[in-house]
């Protein structure tokens, strides 16, 4: 049996490894995470998917607990400004298009739409919450998608039938520190010292890490969670790197935190806003803001980053000192060598656009309890393991690349040159589809990455790749249900944004 690990690194991915671990196998499998106090984590990371309410739920932790904690807030999407038409803005929400008669709401638009006003405003419900500030639960806890609270329990991204509205903005490092607790309460052994280097027997397989302070450390298998210097998985198994540069190139960021003046303006959705040489996150958490520029050095130099940053900003960021990080973007050709399994920035990492890297943790952190080896250390686990994460980053990729091939804005150096730049096999065919008719589940990235059909179509229609016409089928088709349909939904919308608390206020009231 594998009955002990020994995870390295105690960032977002170290302690969320630590934490499911613990929830998936209690004490039948003993864990120890070794974590310095002279490397920093990343410090950045504040803004999920949907579908890490998976996570949390598995842990068994109630978010009315855990959030105030963290300083969290709510995400019901993402608000793209600027990426095409100076000024205008677009939704890319949690909420699927409703389907009418075999078509989706967005086909049905194509017909029978106001082409005048944005597509998102008349297809989701999100798009009204998101611009009146809106909480997505009621004063009493209850959640304004009737019935959805109930129905998750321990389940995990594979078993995810419905979407789940929102997700969550936080402060990574109180997340990790959260996690730190539960995961210590439940018998994790938290080592605070620096890890030297590892000893590998002749085949090369990790037989102890080694510390400054704390003798040899000794496990079944190895976890890598050290971040962007992949400690173990590079620096000891000879992983190679395979960077992404030609397809995303934006590898540097520069990030603030902004006391936010007014606490109760708050937004219930991450913001990216586009800017000269990349483009720039807010991320509004209980009471503050985190805010940073992401772009690629061939353009801009980090003092120019760091000033445009801040003219946009204004004075509320003067007292606030600048963190700028440089980022791997790409992914090692394995995740899982003999014993040694690399999980968060030490695998891979593909810019925090679309917020993705705690996503692949979660998912990578569920595919090795799925996968996990016994003393016969069967290669074909490591290699199911290895295909699916793989597959899951090469997805989100392509997705992330399709952001900058729509993109319709030209007017620097920077956004003149993602139109002419290399695209990963597939991207320009999908975009040279979508400008006929919408994509379908055939038509997108064909292997699971966490992004569906929905989230496509609603990035290209608020980019500006329109179909024409709506697919020739819907003329020969009744109207009536779908008229009927986007009268129910601007209902529903008034009425949530008539009934829901705001964003603030309702997290005011579990911060108490
Ligand atoms: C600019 C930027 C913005 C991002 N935004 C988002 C976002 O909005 N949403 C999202 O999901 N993700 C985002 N990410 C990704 C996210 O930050 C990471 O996926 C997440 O924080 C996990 O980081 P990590 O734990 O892998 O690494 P780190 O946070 O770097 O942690 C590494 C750990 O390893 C330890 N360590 C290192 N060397 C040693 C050693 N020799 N001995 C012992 N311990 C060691 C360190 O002490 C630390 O505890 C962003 C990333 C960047 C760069």
Known sequence: MINSVVIVGGGTAGWMTASYLKAAFSDRVQVTLVESEKVSRIGVGEATFSTVRHFFDFLGLDEADWLPKAAGGYKLGIRFENWSIPGEHFYHPFERLRVVDGFSLAEWWLELGDRSKPFDQQCFITTALCDNKRSPRMLDGSLFVAGLDGTLGKSTLAEQRAQFPYAYHFDADKVAEYLAGYATQRGVRRVLDNVTGVEQDERGWITAVRTEASGDLTGDL??????????????????????????????????????????????????????????????????????????????????????????AVGPAADDVS?????????????????????????????????????FFIQHAIEQLVRHFPDENWDPQLAADFNGRVHRVVEGVKEFLVLHYKGAQREDTPYWKEAKVRKAPDGVLERVATASSHLLDSETIFPHYHGFEQYSWNAMNLGLGIIPEKARPAIRHMDPANARQEFAKLKAEADAMVAALPSCYEYLASIND
Do not use: K
């Open 222 to 311: 190895y976890i890598d969670c050290t971040g962007f210097r992949g400690l173990l998985i590079n620096q000891a198994m000879g992983a190679s790197f395979e960077s992404f540069a030609d397809v995303l190139p934006n590898n540097r960021a520069v990030a603030l935190r902004v006391p936010r003046e007014n606490a109760n303006d708050m937004d219930p959705y991450t913001s990216a806003i586009a800017m000269n040489a990349g483009w720039r996150w807010n991320i509004p958490l209980f009471r503050r803001d985190g805010t940073g520029y992401v772009y690629s050095d061939e353009f801009i130099s980090p003092e120019e980053a760091e000033a445009e940053l801040r003219a």
């Open 322 to 358: 600048a963190n700028h990080i440089r980022m791997r973007i790409g992914r090692n050709d394995r995740a899982w060598i003999n014993n040694c399994v690399a999980i968060g920035l030490s695998y891979a990492f593909v810019e925090p656009l679309e917020s993705t890297g705690i």
